[in-house]
């Protein structure tokens, strides 16, 4: 089985296509042929007023399931559309589940030490991909000693059932350790480039969290799809992943002056999902949230099915109790005003395409209707936080922060909004 790397960034949200061992595919799909934008759409202060998916090809899909024992299974007609408007909230039948919350060990605290300006890879006790098998995480610490700091989720899939999981394989799967990390670490540029000069993380310390639970980094729940002899288990164990690794990085580099804790598509949704507890792991003095292509759009804007099946398939809930969200399953955008309430002076940021052609596709919208629930989400929830800003431009494309230097929008230009958002200085929302 082989893992999606794309260049446009890391691991696209929704890994389309299964894949053979030992093969890695690198894929461009960055859309730039509209980034620049004439306008901005705020000032210093919002307005009072105003959500690796790599789209699946049915041509191209992996329809038998042959990573697993369950029987041979084939798409005919059969749309996401479809299947997300017949299932019901408990997802599949012949599904079982077991909570793994209190069956992992405690976390390790103990530091680590790797060489300056290279990534360095460490396993860590008590973390599980899908398949059971365990994972860890990735260091390249400052080639200057400055103790400001990078946390990035990996994106890469999410799947909620048999389906999903195991014949559409719509999320990338373990193994993922050291050699699949050598791997697909050249596709870690951009924001963790230490030659570019208008690089505002050049000399910062980076940590890489991997993804291979297909839960947003959320999850903590271990599910049997099937009947005995044609069953499979998956490990959502995506926030039991975080919950190890985050105290480690944490005790690594503890107390940052400046920490920033950033995803792309599904490690988007993760780092806002994970955000209070890297925060009260690490201690930083001052905090930040950096979103690229992972809006949590309105209430049922997310397909109400979709988001119960992440919910009772993943047991979803328990990390937005860290933050007191106790009614996010009705509204996934409640998430960001809590954070908000919780830490006001935090600097907090999307960054997106207008008609995102990947996460619309998800959300089985159609690209206008897409970039109607973006503003709405911008306008109506982000606006009415102080410390939230966006950064919106046109166009369809996925992903940004590995080539931030092709966007703008109002005249600004990606990487500057990055310097501006980690600066004491003014940083503005900007949207045609």
Same mark, same amino acid.
């Given at each position: 089985? @082989?893992?999606? &790397?794309?260049?446009?960034?890391?691991?696209?949200?929704?890994?389309?296509?299964?894949?053979?061992?030992?093969?890695?595919?690198?894929?461009?799909?960055?859309?730039?042929?509209?980034?620049? #934008?004439?306008?901005?759409? +705020?000032?210093?202060?919002?307005?009072?007023?105003?959500?690796?998916?790599?789209?699946?090809?049915?041509?191209?899909?992996?329809?038998?399931?042959?990573?697993?024992?369950?029987? +041979?299974?084939?798409?005919?007609?059969?749309?996401?559309?479809?299947?997300?408007?017949?299932?019901?909230?408990?997802?599949? +039948?012949?599904?079982?589940?077991?909570?793994?919350?209190?069956?992992?060990?405690?976390?390790?605290?103990?530091?680590?030490?790797a060489d300056a300006g290279v990534w360095t890879w460490f396993d860590e006790p008590g973390t599980s991909c899908n398949d059971g098998t365990?994972? /860890?995480?990735?260091?390249?610490?400052?080639?200057? =000693?400055?103790?400001?700091?990078? #946390?990035?989720?990996? /994106? =890469? *899939?999410?799947?909620?059932?048999?389906?999903?999981?195991? #014949?559409?394989?719509?999320?990338?799967? *373990?193994?993922?350790?050291?050699?699949?990390?050598?791997?697909?670490?050249?596709?870690?540029? /951009? #924001? !963790? +480039? @230490?030659?570019?000069?208008?690089?505002?993380?050049?000399?910062?310390?980076?940590? !890489?969290?991997?993804?291979?639970? =297909?839960?947003?980094? =959320? *999850?903590? @729940?271990?599910?049997?799809?099937?009947?005995?002899?044609?069953? %499979?288990?998956?490990?959502?164990?995506?926030?039991?992943?975080?919950?190890?690794?985050?105290?480690?990085?944490? %005790?690594?580099?503890?107390?940052?002056?400046?920490?920033?804790?950033?995803?792309?598509?599904?490690?988007?949704?993760?780092?806002?999902?994970?955000?209070?507890?890297? @925060?009260?792991?690490?201690?930083?003095?001052?905090?930040?949230l950096l979103m690229d292509s992972s809006p949590f759009l309105i209430g049922n804007a997310i397909n109400p099915n979709l988001r119960s099946?992440?919910?009772?398939? &993943?047991?979803?809930?328990?990390?937005?109790?860290?933050?007191?969200?106790?009614?996010?399953?009705?509204?996934?955008?409640?998430?960001?005003?809590?954070?908000?309430?919780?830490?006001?002076?935090?600097?907090?940021?999307?960054?997106?395409?207008? $008609?995102?052609?990947?996460?619309?596709?998800?959300?089985?919208?159609? *690209?206008?209707?897409?970039?109607?629930?973006?503003?709405?989400?911008?306008m109506n929830v982000y606006a009415n936080n102080s410390n939230w800003r966006w950064f919106l431009f046109p166009g369809t494309t996925h992903?940004?922060?590995?080539?931030?230097?092709?966007?703008?929008?109002? /005249?600004?230009?990606?990487?500057?909004?990055?310097?501006?958002?980690?600066? %004491?200085?003014?940083? $503005?929302?900007?949207?045609?």
């Amino acid at each position: 089985m @082989r893992m999606l &790397w794309p260049l446009s960034f890391l691991f696209v949200f929704l890994a389309g296509s299964a894949c053979s061992d030992g093969d890695t595919a690198i894929s461009t799909d960055t859309d730039t042929s509209s980034a620049e #934008v004439d306008e901005t759409s +705020d000032t210093s202060d919002p307005p009072d007023t105003l959500d690796t998916i790599d789209t699946p090809d049915t041509n191209d899909l992996d329809t038998t399931l042959t990573d697993t024992t369950l029987t +041979d299974t084939t798409l005919t007609d059969t749309s996401i559309i479809d299947i997300l408007d017949s299932q019901d909230s408990d997802a599949a +039948d012949d599904t079982s589940t077991l909570d793994i919350a209190d069956i992992v060990p405690q976390p390790d605290t103990t530091p680590v030490s790797a060489d300056a300006g290279v990534w360095t890879w460490f396993d860590e006790p008590g973390t599980s991909c899908n398949d059971g098998t365990e994972t /860890g995480f990735a260091i390249n610490p400052s080639p200057t =000693g400055s103790n400001d700091t990078l #946390v990035f989720f990996m /994106g =890469g *899939g999410a799947c909620w059932d048999q389906l999903t999981c195991y #014949v559409i394989n719509s999320a990338v799967k *373990g193994p993922f350790q050291a050699p699949q990390f050598e791997v697909g670490k050249v596709a870690l540029t /951009g #924001v !963790f +480039d @230490r030659d570019d000069g208008d690089n505002a993380f050049a000399d910062w310390n980076f940590a !890489f969290i991997p993804y291979c639970t =297909g839960d947003l980094h =959320g *999850g903590q @729940r271990l599910v049997t799809y099937g009947q005995p002899p044609f069953s %499979a288990t998956w490990n959502f164990a995506g926030a039991t992943n975080s919950r190890l690794i985050l105290d480690r990085l944490a %005790a690594t580099f503890f107390q940052p002056t400046r920490l920033v804790i950033s995803g792309t598509s599904a490690g988007g949704y993760g780092a806002s999902l994970n955000y209070e507890r890297a @925060r009260k792991a690490f201690r930083p003095d001052v905090s930040y949230l950096l979103m690229d292509s992972s809006p949590f759009l309105i209430g049922n804007a997310i397909n109400p099915n979709l988001r119960s099946a992440w919910f009772s398939q &993943w047991d979803l809930q328990p990390i937005l109790d860290e933050v007191g969200c106790t009614d996010c399953a009705a509204d996934l955008s409640r998430l960001y005003s809590r954070l908000s309430t919780l830490h006001p002076d935090d600097r907090m940021g999307l960054v997106s395409s207008l $008609q995102d052609g990947v996460i619309s596709t998800y959300f089985t919208m159609l *690209g206008p209707v897409f970039e109607l629930e973006l503003r709405r989400l911008a306008m109506n929830v982000y606006a009415n936080n102080s410390n939230w800003r966006w950064f919106l431009f046109p166009g369809t494309t996925h992903t940004t922060v590995a080539t931030p230097g092709l966007y703008s929008s109002g /005249g600004t230009s990606l990487k500057t909004w990055f310097s501006q958002m980690v600066s %004491a200085g003014a940083w $503005q929302s900007h949207a045609p």
